[in-house]
């Protein structure tokens, strides 16, 4: 952790200086040239500009519209950073949009209503299941009924070929926060923000099902790095396709698993298997577990200078955008980073891996955020 943590330090140093102000302008025809960090997919503008604000370190980004026609790469989100927390240059550009993240802003962590819908954009890929409808308002409206649907494509009725028209896709992208590194490191604490969103809400409480000391062989679907078998089980109680799951507490790895026909259980030391919950309230109390010694490395906003890791569990809990953080105690090796609180969060909003030009169909996210009366 001591050289990352370096130039983490240097960065999140920097993040604390980033300019505060709020500005939800959108910049028709300006590019911000350069300074990139990641390139996303989004169907328009404001969809872009939601997954900047969601992004840890992003400050500001250029999407290129559906009609950019100097390439292929209409629906691309730039995510941008500098350490001045502002573009280095702006220039005219035709078929981009520019804009800056709303984290500024003070408002709740975005978990929007995204109630636009797309034609002639496909939202390609991340199928988990399919099924013939009369309209896109029936599509949608199984989307927003179904926990694991995010999003949505479907093919019309001049759709060809025509044996797909009616067609109806829902499609996943993960709702809960994901670490992104996990592993051993002396002198450190992470943990999570009790407000993090690691289940599915309902009214009707369940207990997990853990089998301890126990592995269930094979039928590998993902692979994660998880500190706790609780957070596993939230990944697989997310999944739509995961039956069963695995976690090694030796290197933190959380394997999906996916065989509806049987699962075989297997003695072993260390690793704690389990079923997924469905349509019920988990048991999040794990939430407020400090894991000592055990670093959540990565996707850093900022850090501040705390007296203990339980100041730090609490700012992270009262930040409207912390999922997780990471506390350096004195027992860390380096004593620069002493009483150092790293807050952090990953994307959670729906986010299609790949968006396509498609003549005759539809594409639309689900309705679970939108007030009544939005077409719920």
Same mark, same amino acid.
């Given at each position: 952790?001591?050289?990352? $943590?370096?130039?983490?330090?240097? $960065? ?10 709020? %500005? ?6 300006? +590019?911000?040239?350069?300074? @990139? ?13 939601? $997954? ?13 519209? #559906?009609?950019?026609?100097? @390439?292929?790469? %209409? ?13 280095? #240059? ?24 995204? #109630? ?5 954009? +496909?939202?390609?890929g991340d199928d988990y299941r399919s099924f013939f409808t009369g309209d896109q308002e029936g599509c949608q409206r199984a989307c927003t009924q179904d !926990? ?48 993090? !969103?690691?289940?599915q809400v309902s009214d009707t409480a369940c207990q997990a099902k853990l089998f301890p000391n126990t592995a269930v062989p094979g039928d590998h679907l ?60 988990? @048991?999040?109390?794990? $939430? ?11 996707? @850093? ?17 009262? +930040? ?26 990953? *994307?959670?909003?729906?986010? !299609?891996?790949? *968006?396509?030009?498609? %003549? ?17």
């Amino acid at each position: 952790m001591g050289s990352y $943590l370096i130039l983490v330090g240097v $960065l999140s140093m920097c993040t604390i200086c980033f300019s505060q102000e709020c %500005n939800t302008e959108l910049l028709t025809n300006e +590019d911000f040239p350069g300074t @990139d960090i990641l390139h996303l997919y989004a169907p328009d503008a404001e969809h872009c500009q939601q $997954l900047c604000t969601q992004h840890h370190s992003c400050q500001f980004f250029t999407f290129l519209r #559906s009609d950019w026609s100097r @390439d292929k790469r %209409n629906f691309y989100c730039y995510l941008k950073s500098t350490p001045s927390g502002e573009p280095n #240059s702006r220039t005219a550009l035709l078929g981009v949009t520019s804009g800056f993240s709303l984290k500024p802003c003070n408002q709740a962590p975005p978990q929007p209503c995204l #109630s636009n819908v797309y034609q002639n954009v +496909d939202f390609n890929g991340d199928d988990y299941r399919s099924f013939f409808t009369g309209d896109q308002e029936g599509c949608q409206r199984a989307c927003t009924q179904d !926990p694991y649907c995010q999003y949505f494509t479907y093919a019309n009725d001049v759709h060809t070929p025509e044996n797909i028209r009616y067609k109806c896709h829902l499609k996943f992208s993960w709702p809960v926060p994901r670490t992104p590194i996990v592993e051993r490191t002396a002198g450190v604490v992470s943990g999570f923000s009790s407000k993090a !969103p690691m289940s599915q809400v309902s009214d009707t409480a369940c207990q997990a099902k853990l089998f301890p000391n126990t592995a269930v062989p094979g039928d590998h679907l993902k692979m994660f790095t998880t500190a706790t078998p609780e957070h596993c089980l939230s990944l697989c109680s997310a999944h739509p396709s995961c039956t069963f799951f695995a976690h090694n507490s030796g290197n933190f790895t959380c394997n999906l698993k996916n065989n509806p026909d049987e699962m075989v259980l297997k003695a072993k030391a260390g690793v704690t298997s389990g079923i997924p919950e469905r349509f019920c309230q988990l @048991d999040n109390s794990w $939430l407020t577990v400090p894991q000592v010694g055990i670093d959540f490395r990565g996707s @850093d906003m900022r850090f501040e200078l705390m007296e203990d890791a339980e100041t730090c569990q609490k700012t992270c809990n009262e +930040d409207a955008y912390c999922q997780f953080y990471t506390y350096v105690t004195s027992e860390f090796h380096n004593n620069d980073y002493w009483k150092r609180c790293y807050l952090k969060r990953v *994307i959670t909003m729906p986010s !299609p891996s790949k *968006i396509v030009k498609t %003549n005759n169909v539809v594409s639309g996210f689900h309705l679970r955020n939108c007030a009544k009366g939005s077409g719920i």
